[in-house]
T-cell receptor, first 115, second 110 residues
Framework: NAGVTQTPKFQVLKTGQSMTLQCAQD?????MSWYRQDPGMGLRLIHYSVGAGITDQGEVPNGYNVSRSTTEDFPLRLLSAAPSQTSVYFC??????????????FGNGTRLTVT | EDQVTQSPEALRLQEGESSSLNCSYT??????LFWYRQDPGKGPEFLFT???AGEEKEKERLKATLTKKESFLHITAPKPEDSATYLCAVQANNAGKSTFGDGTTLTVKP
């Protein structure tokens, strides 16, 4: 049971480049989300999805796009990278809607640097 | 808007020196308060869920408690392997979003 898998682990981009951070889970979780974590700060929600075909914005969505075509995958796209997007990105999932007070399961993060 | 404030920001203890971490929250309709542990270079790992005021949960040297306004994570006789960042999060009556505090970084010296 792999849990939540994020790729790549590390990435360096130049300003203006685009890329996709991958997230996959094998636990049949309906809820998936993306957070960013900056030094000395907690996790801030970027986008989330309560099921395939449904996405919504979190606290800091600007500059990021998501889609949810399958239950297993929830990719995060950076459209035009900026230095302010240098951060550690975490994907997290949770069991179906009926257990909305269940804890989140996290991947080990993608460390992104934008120069 | 849901808010979570953790204190202190950093805590340094000697091995065996007990202490507590605080998590103050404001939320409309609490469905659950969560404690996570995060080691350097890793994602957060779940420790406890608390649902209602007065509830307590224990795991090894850790005990979490909950009131209507705050939660405490008590660490009894800590060991160096307890060194980590501890994150608190609340789950409200909404679409399932969790709001996190900034965390407390605990260092336990042998």
């Amino acid at each position: 049971n792999a849990g939540v898998t994020q790729t790549p682990k590390f990435q360096v981009l130049k300003t203006g480049q685009s890329m996709t951070l991958q997230c996959a889970q094998d636990m049949n979780h309906e809820y998936m989300s993306w957070y960013r974590q900056d030094p000395g700060m907690g996790l801030r929600l970027i986008h989330y999805s309560v099921g395939a075909g449904i996405t919504d914005q979190g606290e800091v969505p600007n500059g990021y796009n998501v889609s949810r075509s399958t239950t297993e995958d929830f990719p995060l796209r950076l459209l035009s990278a900026a230095p302010s997007q240098t951060s550690v990105y975490f994907c997290a999932s949770r069991p179906p809607r009926g257990a909305s007070n269940s804890p989140l399961h996290f991947g080990n993060g993608t460390r992104l640097t934008v120069t | 808007e849901d808010q979570v404030t953790q204190s202190p920001e950093a805590l340094r203890l000697q091995e065996g020196e007990s202490s507590s971490l605080n998590c103050s929250y404001t939320v409309s309709g609490l469905r659950g308060l969560f404690w996570y542990r995060q080691d350097p270079g890793k994602g957060p790992e779940f420790l406890f869920t608390l649902y209602s005021a007065g509830e307590e949960k224990e795991k090894e040297r850790l005990k979490a408690t909950l009131t209507k306004k705050e939660s405490f994570l008590h660490i009894t006789a800590p060991k160096p392997e307890d060194s980590a960042t501890y994150l608190c999060a609340v789950q409200a009556n909404n679409a399932g979003k969790s709001t996190f505090g900034d965390g407390t970084t605990l260092t336990v010296k042998p």
